[in-house]
């Protein structure tokens, strides 16, 4: 696995937070990833070194199951975080990558980077979310599976390469259904405890047959394949305890890197190749 990833990981939560590192003005060539999830919409820019230069992530349904629902609405999310991230770099962001679920048809990869194009990027590479959080994680061999708001992508990798993948429906919104279901609270309102790790204890009896649904997602989707290891990112990875039951599932050791909500888009910015930052053109 990568040596540097957590301190990736950790560089990458800081500009998240932060909006963008707080240094002397960077003018150097740039990586831009976006990725476009059921549940969070990430906007990730890499210096060429991929070191995390300035981000930023919203929650927001615009996307379901993978595919593009509010067209209009993705592309305005885009754009207002562009354009933030833009003024706290002080040049224009041209150009990114981004992903898609595997399996999905190929007229929704094409919504997606039409949403990318119509926020103001040229669409630069579009993988798929596994293949995307392994460019980060750089595995030779196991499995990558990303639990994101609305699927699990499962990819098979085999001396560094991808020899299986397949996606289903099953991630972090059908917990947030789930529990505001049986708190008898407002979906918005379930997302909120759901995410916070003081509720997990609590909130844990309720989510476990979702995440033994994911277990058995994974479970059919590896069986026949050789698999030491798995390595669980997305940001449904954060809930305490979904590792151990995908490994009690699976019977395969699992592994959760540290920020694994910020994974994939870190690897979707490492797709997308090194471009000039734009400051003949400032914003």
């Known amino acids: 696995m990568n040596p540097h990833l957590e301190t990736l990981l950790a560089q990458t939560e800081r500009v998240m937070r932060d909006g963008a590192f ?14 476009l999830g059921t549940a969070y919409t990430v906007l ?37 975080m562009k ?26 990869v094409r919504a997606t980077a039409n949403v990318v194009r119509a926020a103001g990027f040229e669409c630069t590479a579009e993988i798929d979310e596994p293949t995307a959080a392994n460019a ?21 990798f085999r001396d560094g390469q991808v020899i299986y993948s397949a996606d289903e429906a099953t991630g972090g ?3 947030t259904l789930v529990i ?20 997990h ?22 069986r026949g394949f050789t698999v030491e290891k798995i390595f669980l990112v ?15 599932i699976t019977g395969i050791p699992t592994q959760i890197p540290g920020q694994p909500l910020f994974v994939t888009p870190l690897g979707i910015a490492m797709n997308d190749p090194v471009h000039p930052n734009g400051t003949d053109e400032r914003v």
Do not use: C, S, W
């Not at 997305?234 to 009690?248: D, Q």
């Open 136 to 156: 980060a994680l750089q595995i030779r061999d196991g499995a990558v599976v990303d639990v994101g708001g609305g699927t699990t992508g499962i990819a098979i």
């Open 83 to 108: 354009r933030g991230i833009e003024a706290r770099l002080g040049f224009e962001l041209t150009h990114a990558a981004t992903a898609y679920p595997p399996g999905v048809p190929r007229v929704e």
């Open 234 to 248: 997305g940001g449904t990875a954060n809930f305490t305890g979904i590792a151990e039951v995908v490994a009690e």
């Open 180 to 199: 505001a279901g049986a708190l008898n609270i407002a979906f918005e309102d379930a997302e909120k405890i759901k995410t916070d790790p003081r509720e």
């Open 201 to 222: 204890t609590r909130l844990y009896p309720l989510v476990r047959p979702v995440m033994e649904k994911v277990g058995a997602i994974v479970a059919r989707h590896t």
């Open 44 to 80: 990730l820019v890499l210096d060429e070194n991929n070191q995390p230069l300035a981000g930023d992530y919203r929650f927001a349904n615009v996307v379901r199951d993978g595919l593009v629902v509010d067209f209009i609405g993705a592309i305005d999310l885009l754009r207002e």
């Open 22 to 35: 707080t240094r002397e003005a960077y003018r150097g060539a740039v990586r831009v990833g976006v990725d």
């Open 173 to 175: 919104t059908h917990f």
